[in-house]
């Protein structure tokens, strides 16, 4: 791959526009690589095995693969370190066979849910979210990879959420042996997602499995609390209520989890409440159903954690009018109580008079707040756009209006952003992203999270730009001047071409 097939804008030029306007813009070229040295496969598999500390950009420099299938064979056989699998994926000549068996591992370790691997198979377009659910074997390790991978910032990247939610048809539904059978031989099962839940429909189809011996099974490999946020309530109280306090405590590490399952976990481990209740913050609904739940010790627990979450009383017999007073009040009321009656009138102040940024933010925070105070927040805010951007279209589009803020990450995993959420959803398409968003600059580097986790709808961004570019063709000095303005320009990718385009005229 040459510097001009990495930029981001020049890879929508033909080959022989790209290299010419490369060359204009002197793009530096990578060096030659070296010749490759001849290893034998037994060799290569000995170099992957030693490590090297590690780093597969030592263990793998100069190594021709000539037979992907004995790597993968040798890491069903004994898994290859995640950092070493990543370094296979990431590997031009990996091919895509190869990729999905090296990001899941036959461990029930730590290993079985190492997501270095995956990311990189992602980020390079060989495998898709899909794929690696339907297709990786073993089973366990894929669901668990992904949904490790999806929770990697504390919040799930809600492609990967959805696409759960599209294959939890395959699930035992309400039946509740079927689904403890589930997650008994569910973290042993050799085969794919697909066949582990039509195995376990039956008692007879169901394969008696169990750890290899010798080989530790790690709790956190173990947990079903993913998969088990779509049984019914009483499958979930049933599952949890027999699961070891060990494997409960793993639930605060899946984000959004609902009190069908916070509520039973609770009751088994009290001790738990402080790791276990701010799952509940991502899922308001299910805030709200513990708030009102029929056991006074949950709704103690929670509001022992969440004091601010206490509803205000129902016999509250404040005006809407000294609700808005204490709302404009300066300095602002702290932690003014807002009964339900007053949205109206709150609205009809705002509409009236904007409340400043500060009471507005403090407003959407709230259970209750209505859509119209929301969207006046995303307008005026663009920290709470950035929050609420994945409501729905009117949010998205609202929050299109702001600059785009790509969150810095520390890991290869895309962090959970509005506009994942939006496209992932088809609140917006594709081609009104790249009309829409800015600056263009970041707009490229927002596509590049699209590409890892929604790859058809990346498609058809790449497909929009194409035709957006179109109009440059063969004119090398038009490609130039493009990304010689792309760093620096604030305007959309459509408002980038249409620049180019008057420039050159």
Same mark, same amino acid.
């Given at each position: ?27 530096? =070229?990578?060096?030659?690589? #070296? ?7 037994? *060799? ?23 037979? +992907? ?23 031009? *000549? ?28 992602? =980020? ?10 339907? #297709?990786?074997?073993?089973? +366990? ?36 042996d ?7 031989? $569910?973290?042993?099962?050799? $085969? ?8 376990v429909?039956?008692?007879?189809t169901?394969p ?7 080989? &530790? ?23 949890v ?12 590490q899946m ?7 916070v ?27 513990m ?13 022992? #954690? ?31 109580p807002?009964?339900?009656?007053? +949205?109206?009138a ?24 209505? *859509? ?11 920290? &709470?756009?950035?929050?609420?951007g994945?409501? $729905? ?11 785009l ?5 520390? +890991? =290869? ?62 004119d090398?000095?038009a ?21 180019? #385009?008057?420039?050159?005229?």
């Open positions: 791959m040459t510097a001009a097939d990495g930029h981001p804008l020049l890879r929508y030029a033909d080959p022989p526009t790209r290299a010419a306007a490369a060359t204009r813009l002197d793009l530096p =070229q990578p060096p030659p690589p #070296e010749p490759p040295a001849g290893h034998a496969p037994g *060799d290569v598999i000995a170099r992957l095995r030693s490590g090297r500390g590690k780093d597969p950009r030592y263990v793998l420099d100069g190594v021709v693969v000539t037979d +992907w299938d004995l790597i993968t064979a040798e890491h069903r056989r004994a898994p290859f370190p995640d950092v070493i699998g990543a370094g296979l994926v990431a590997r031009p *000549d990996c091919p895509a066979h190869a990729a999905l068996a090296l990001v899941t591992a036959h461990s029930t370790s730590r290993r079985g849910h190492g997501t270095a691997t995956l990311a990189a198979a992602l =980020q390079r377009g060989v495998v898709t979210p899909h794929q690696v659910l339907h #297709e990786a074997t073993p089973a +366990w390790s894929a669901v668990r990879t992904l949904e490790r991978y999806a929770t990697t910032y504390g919040k799930w990247l809600h492609p990967i959420r959805l696409l759960f939610h599209e294959s939890a048809a395959l699930l035992p539904g309400d039946d509740a079927a689904w403890q059978r589930l997650v008994t031989v $569910g973290p042993y099962f050799p $085969g794919t997602f697909p066949e582990l839940c039509a195995a429909r039956d008692p007879a169901t008696a499995v169990a750890a290899a011996p010798g080989r &530790a099974v790690h709790w956190e490999f173990t947990s079903p609390a993913g998969l088990l946020r779509y049984a019914p309530p009483r499958v979930a109280e049933r599952i209520r027999g699961a070891p306090v060990a494997m409960l405590s793993t639930f605060a984000p959004g989890l609902p009190a069908s399952l509520v039973p976990a609770l009751r088994a481990a009290p001790a738990l409440a402080k790791m276990l209740v701010p799952q509940l913050l991502q899922a308001p609904r299910g805030m709200r159903r708030l009102t739940h029929p056991d006074p010790a949950v709704v103690d627990l929670v509001l022992a #954690e969440f004091p601010r979450w206490t509803p205000p009383p129902e016999d509250d017999d404040t005006s809407p009018e000294d609700v808005v007073a204490a709302l404009r009040a300066q300095p602002p009321a702290a932690d003014v807002i009964p339900a009656g007053a +949205w109206p709150i609205e009809t102040a705002h509409a009236r008079d904007p409340f400043p940024e500060r009471t507005l933010a403090v407003l959407a925070d709230n259970l209750g707040c209505p *859509d119209s105070l929301r969207l006046a927040a995303c307008h005026a805010i663009p920290a &709470a756009a950035d929050i609420m994945g409501r $729905g279209r009117p949010y998205a589009l609202t929050a299109l209006r702001h600059p803020r790509i969150a810095p990450r520390a +890991w =290869q995993t895309p962090p959970p952003a509005w506009y994942l959420t939006a496209l992932a959803d088809r609140d917006i398409t594709a081609a009104e992203f790249v009309d829409l968003a800015h600056p263009a600059a970041r707009a490229f580097d927002a596509l590049d999270d699209v590409h890892a986790v929604l790859p058809e709808v990346h498609a058809e961004a790449a497909a929009h730009l194409h035709t957006l570019f179109a109009r440059f063709t063969d090398v000095e490609w130039v001047i493009a990304a010689h303005l792309l760093p620096d320009f604030h305007g959309t990718l459509r408002e980038l071409a249409d620049t180019v #385009e008057a420039v050159s005229a």
